[in-house]
């Protein structure tokens, strides 16, 4: 199908069939993994309850919805090791079972990042950052020890996750500040060298702007060069309802792509709330009526506001199907509105509705809507 063939079908899909305004689907739908099996992985993000399967009705939803999951919390470095050498592997280790079981790519998230790590990591005994040589040890000591324990078992890691700046300049972070730039590719040798067919991915935000779009690329063409193993490129997808910029957001994409490797869409949600810093229209002198403006659906979300976060979810799947030559893999960052992060996060206990999955576990029209895509593309 010609690309402007293509624009015109995803168009007209689209609204045709946002012309129902029922928020949830009572039809049987195809399952996502099914609808999108000669496209991409789909995959969700799970938390604790979902992975010990305590939560029932998640665990169904993942079952037949997903074949790729991601741990939430679990792997993060201050969860794994908390205490110098004191690794705790027990919710790490059921997660990895949980996907295994079910037959579904497991992916480690992740290995180096500056948030979530333990304070310890950073200094010595008297508080002091320690020396370029410690940390890179210490770096390499944990790398090691979590990809060596799951070697053949675990697909691919996001290796190092935010290290770049919306301006394209290194966040100067504690990895930076210490190791200096070489903290990448020297973290991607240490994976590389602990499980040497696992795939190895750099995972950041906000990819529409050019700052961090070029920062990345100047990044992975720099490992390129040096001939460190990078299989692919993470797009982070927390969406709002104005940014990112469609156009740009497939800038990102495409110019990832030219350098060989693949794209993956993590960490994918859409949220419809206002964010504290944004023009909300309320007067933040008057508490009440500030905290209700922040949190206008608590009740529920209007038609009008669904349609149009349809609409753009929408928009959004049309971009990965059409550069799915491109993709590997399509992540939702939660498996359904009751249990995302975007409830508490950036302003604890909110209501939002970021995910396709309802607070009931039920499907909403748009994964229909998606679904039907992936047979006409």
């Known amino acids: 199908m010609k690309p402007i063939n293509q624009h015109l079908a995803i168009t007209f899909l689209c609204f045709s ?12 739908n195809p399952a ?5 099996k000669d496209k991409f992985l789909i995959g969700a993000a799970l938390n604790r309850n979902q992975f010990t399967e305590k939560d029932t009705a998640g665990v169904g ?18 969860y794994l090791q908390p205490e110098e050498g004191k690794f705790y592997f027990t919710e790490a280790d059921k997660f990895v079972e949980f996907g295994e079981k079910n037959n579904m790519v497991v992916i480690g998230h992740c290995l180096v990042w500056h948030s979530q790590a333990p304070d310890w990591f950073f200094v010595d005994e008297k508080g002091n950052d320690v020396s370029r040589e410690v940390l890179i040890e210490r770096m390499k000591n944990h790398i090691t020890t979590v990809v060596s324990r799951y070697k053949g078992r675990i ?4 290796v190092v996750n935010e290290a770049i700046m919306d301006d394209g300049s290194w966040r100067q972070s504690k990895f930076y500040e210490i190791i200096g730039e070489d903290f990448i590719p020297l973290a991607f040798e240490f994976a590389h060298a602990a499980d040497p067919n696992a795939e190895l991915y750099y995972n950041d935000y906000s990819m529409a702007y050019q700052g961090r779009r070029n920062g990345v690329i100047a990044m992975v ?23 990112p910029d469609l156009e740009e ?35 933040i002198a008057d508490t009440v009526a500030y905290q209700k403006a922040l949190n206008p659906y608590a009740e529920g979300l209007p038609d009008s506001v669904y349609a149009a976060w349809s609409n753009r979810i929408c928009d959004f799947f049309g971009l990965f199907l059409k550069h799915h030559d491109k993709i590997s893999r399509v992540t939702m960052w939660g498996v ?13 206990g909110r209501t939002d509705y970021p995910l396709l999955f309802d607070r009931d576990y039920q499907p909403k029209t748009v994964v229909k809507q998606i679904t039907n895509m992936a047979t006409i593309l």
């Open 32 to 36: 996502l993994k099914e609808a999108f």
């Open 17 to 28: 069939l946002l012309s129902c305004t029922a928020k949830v689907n009572n039809e049987s």
């Open 249 to 283: 957001f497939e800038k990102s994409l495409l110019a990832f792509s030219e350098f060989g490797i693949k794209v993956m869409i993590t960490e994918l949600d859409l949220s419809v709330l206002p964010y504290p810093w944004e023009n909300i229209g309320a007067d």
């Open 336 to 348: 359904s509105d009751l249990t995302s992060w975007k409830n508490y996060w950036p302003i604890k």
């Open 61 to 78: 939803v993942i079952k037949a919805h997903f074949n790729s999951i991601v741990p939430e919390n679990c792997m993060k470095s201050a």
């Open 221 to 243: 063409k720099s490992l390129q060069e040096k001939g460190v193993r990078i299989d692919a490129v993470g797009v982070q997808g927390h969406l709002t309802m104005n940014f």
């Open 155 to 158: 697909h691919g890691w996001d």
